[in-house]
């Protein structure tokens, strides 16, 4: 019978959690509300306020991280933000940043802590799987359209545009309709939007053999 494993010590415990923190590309940061200081974890060379954060970050990124970090000073119970940055080698490098604040009371200023977690492979790979299915895609002879749950399409393939005659409409749903000119089989009765097959298919009903005529 082998002897029970002893408890590690405090400070090997917290040891064994750094060292899964970097294996995981994990950084715990802490903001200082007095001073507006960023903390790390560890000594990784990240910018230590968050306008140095936000002169980092792609244009696109920096009123949603500035908001974002807003949202976890003023008391949001969990918030998570992502953005892309840029570090000194030039490299874009891809994060997700989750946190909340510190002290019960609105009033609190004690700041915010989290975790800021590094996905850049996670977002390489997945750039390079968006590539190969467009690729797929392209030698279709079909039209396909991928739509977001708003109703705004992401993905299209070259099959699909020119069926509709120009490129995919950014638009709420309620619209395809009438920018795309979809009629009934008759080519006159207007279809109704909340009947057509990518409507249908967002609120989770199937659709088979269905006549539309798309005028262009």
Same mark, same amino acid.
């Given at each position: ?8 010590s405090?400070t090997e415990?917290?040891e ?7 294996v ?22 990240y ?5 140095g ?26 918030c ?16 997700i ?23 850049t492979?996670?977002?390489q ?5 968006y590539?190969a299915? #467009?690729?797929? =895609?392209s ?8 739509? *977001?749950?708003a !109703? &705004?399409?992401? %993905?299209s393939?070259?099959?699909? #545009?020119?069926? =509709?005659?120009w ?7 309620? *619209?395809?309709? !009438? &920018?795309?000119? %979809? ?21 989770g ?12």
């Amino acid at each position: 019978r082998s002897a029970p494993t002893a408890f590690p010590s405090q400070t090997e415990e917290q040891e064994c959690i750094a060292r899964a923190l970097a294996v995981s590309k994990i950084t715990v940061w802490e903001f200082d509300g007095c001073t507006g200081d960023i903390r790390y974890q560890r000594p990784d060379s990240y910018p230590s306020t968050v306008d140095g954060w936000v002169n980092t970050l792609y244009p696109d990124d920096q009123e949603r991280f500035r908001q974002g970090f807003q949202r976890i000073v003023g008391g949001c119970d969990y918030c998570e933000i992502e953005f892309r940055a840029i570090d000194s080698d030039g490299m874009i490098r891809n994060y997700i940043l989750r946190g909340h604040k510190q002290g019960a009371e609105p009033d609190d200023n004690l700041g915010a802590m989290g975790v800021l977690i590094d996905v850049t492979a996670s977002a390489q790979r997945y750039g390079e799987q968006y590539r190969a299915l #467009e690729r797929v =895609l392209s030698t279709l002879g079909h039209g396909v359209v991928v739509a *977001d749950i708003a !109703g &705004n399409f992401t %993905i299209s393939n070259p099959a699909a #545009e020119e069926l =509709l005659g120009w490129g995919p409409f950014t638009g709420a749903n309620d *619209d395809w309709s !009438g &920018n795309y000119s %979809i009629f009934f089989s008759d080519g006159v009765t207007p279809y109704p939007n909340e009947q057509l097959p990518l409507a249908r298919a967002l609120r989770g009903e199937v659709t088979e053999c269905m006549d539309l005529f798309v005028r262009r």
